[in-house]
T-cell receptor, first 115, second 114 residues
Framework: AQSVTQLDSQVPVFEEAPVELRCNYS??????LFWYVQYPNQGLQLLLK??????LVKGINGFEAEFNKSQTSFHLRKPSVHISDTAEYFC?????????????FGRGTSLIVHP | NAGVTQTPKFQVLKTGQSMTLQCAQD?????MSWYRQDPGMGLRLIHY???????DQGEVPNGYNVSRSTTEDFPLRLLSAAPSQTSVYFC?????????????FGPGTRLTVT
């Protein structure tokens, strides 16, 4: 069975500072990896995804993530955060598990950007 | 495109009442799913469907029913509401069930059971 671990439940950071949100997964097969963002009182929307090819993936709003197969990680980074980046971030993995590719979500990381 | 729509946005139920949460998508997506979101628990899959007429259970299916008579609609029924079902419910859709495509989420339904 596949699983996703988001190592930090909450990450406080000051505006314009860099940030990294950590995600590790376990799966015995090739996977597709996603990061979603959820702004307050809204549904989730896609930030970026890794399907194959280059391990560095760029997404919307200046975010990027790096796929590391040996460490089974897919950490999300942004070099300089804004107040508007305050949101909940979810890592998700799709890999063959029990005969299907139903995605598994992590528990989320709350990014809190302080002025 | 309206994307994924959910109704109602808010609902308060008494214990034992039943209700249906509506979900519709206009993207001709084959795969649809229902999640509940609780503090500290992330998103937990309730039921999913890989196409019209095909549904299956997710991680937390007890107390919920689904059906998929059309590609567009995927309603979630609470049979006899319990306080433990107080949560925010999200419907999502994806092009297919290959896992290759991202999911599109609705705005959510906030349900309180008293």
């Amino acid at each position: 069975a596949q699983s996703v671990t988001q190592l930090d439940s909450q990450v406080p950071v000051f505006e314009e500072a860099p940030v990294e949100l950590r995600c590790n997964y376990s799966s015995s097969v090739s996977v597709y990896l996603f990061w979603y963002v959820q702004y307050p009182n809204q549904g989730l929307q896609l930030l970026l995804k890794y399907l194959s090819g280059s391990t560095l993936v760029k997404g919307i709003n200046g975010f990027e993530a790096e796929f590391n197969k040996s460490q089974t990680s897919f950490h999300l980074r942004k070099p300089s955060v804004h107040i508007s980046d305050t949101a909940e971030y979810f890592c998700a993995v799709s890999g063959l598990s029990g005969g299907s590719y139903i995605p598994t979500f992590g528990r989320g990381t709350s990014l809190i950007v302080h002025p | 495109n309206a994307g994924v729509t959910q109704t109602p946005k808010f609902q308060v139920l008494k214990t034992g009442q039943s209700m249906t949460l509506q979900c519709a998508q206009d993207m001709n997506h084959e795969y649809m799913s229902w999640y509940r979101q609780d503090p500290g628990m992330g998103l937990r899959l309730i039921h999913y469907s890989v196409g019209a007429g095909i549904t299956d259970q997710g991680e937390v299916p007890n107390g919920y029913n689904v059906s998929r008579s059309t590609t567009e609609d995927f309603p979630l029924r609470l049979l006899s509401a319990a306080p433990s079902q107080t949560s925010v419910y999200f419907c999502a859709s994806s092009y297919d069930a290959s896992g290759y495509y991202e999911q599109y989420f609705g705005p959510g339904t906030r349900l309180t059971v008293t």
